[in-house]
């Protein structure tokens, strides 16, 4: 037990010198204050491509926005997210676009086409005229399309039949004419259909359209093809 007293006295010795060695003990360090703020960062606004942003400021030349009922922030350089009728997702990518009766006039422009992200456009009750666009079948992720309550004129495009996700389509109240593209019969997610009132359809219903739950077929006196 001496030997053990002994050999522990002596290492606290030779600790009290080797710190004398390197100029003494070292202080403490006192703690941070409670109210010390955190490290800053920086909150980052999603932004919109360009090409959605070019989208819409073509729908706006296009459509005689300046007339709108409603076009807040639009050609502005906040974000789109902000512009009136435009909902976008965490990345500033449109998703959504609503001007439903808000007095559109002129034509859709093609570039709607690429809102590779859209899944929702409601241009109905307004005053939109000219051809539907092909390019609108390019929208992949497109659910619902609301063209409705307009003068829009000439065929349907068979392009509208690339819509694999299209669940809603209303086309009435139109001056639409021609037959109805056999391509929309592969809308296999299809739930409502409404083509008719003031468009002048002929020919016959594609037959893969039997199974859309919700339709006007009644209103158009048309067959269904092959019968």
């Known amino acids: 037990m001496r030997l053990v007293a002994v050999m522990a006295a002596a290492l606290a010795l030779a600790l009290i010198f080797a710190a004398g060695c390197t100029g003494g003990l070292q202080p403490t360090p006192e703690p941070l204050p409670l109210d010390t703020p955190a490290p800053l960062t920086a909150t980052v606004a999603p932004t919109s491509t ?8 073509s729908l706006y030349n296009a459509a005689n926005g300046r007339s709108w009922t409603n076009s807040t922030n639009w050609l502005s350089d906040r974000p789109i997210g902000e512009w009136y009728g435009v909902t976008t997702d965490d990345s500033g990518r449109v998703t959504e676009l609503d001007l439903s009766n808000n007095q559109l006039s002129g034509e859709i422009p093609p570039e709607l086409g ?15 005229s000219g051809e539907i666009p092909p390019e609108l079948g390019s929208l992949a992720n497109l659910r619902v399309l609301y063209l ?11 392009e509208l039949g690339n819509l694999a996700s299209l669940e809603w389509l209303h086309l009435n109240s139109n001056q639409l004419i021609g037959e109805i593209p056999p391509e929309l019969g592969n809308l296999a997610s299809l739930e409502v259909l409404y ?33």
């Open 50 to 57: 360009p090409v959605d942003r070019a989208a819409l400021t």
């Open 148 to 158: 409705n309550g307009n003068q829009l004129s000439g065929e349907i495009p068979s």
């Open 195 to 227: 083509l008719y009132y003031s468009n002048r359809l002929s020919g016959c219903v594609p037959s893969g359209l039997r199974r859309v739950p919700y339709n006007d077929f009644s209103w158009h006196g048309l067959p269904f093809c092959g019968n």
């Open 114 to 128: 690429s809102l590779a992200r859209l899944t929702y456009l409601g241009l109905f009750s307004n005053g939109l």
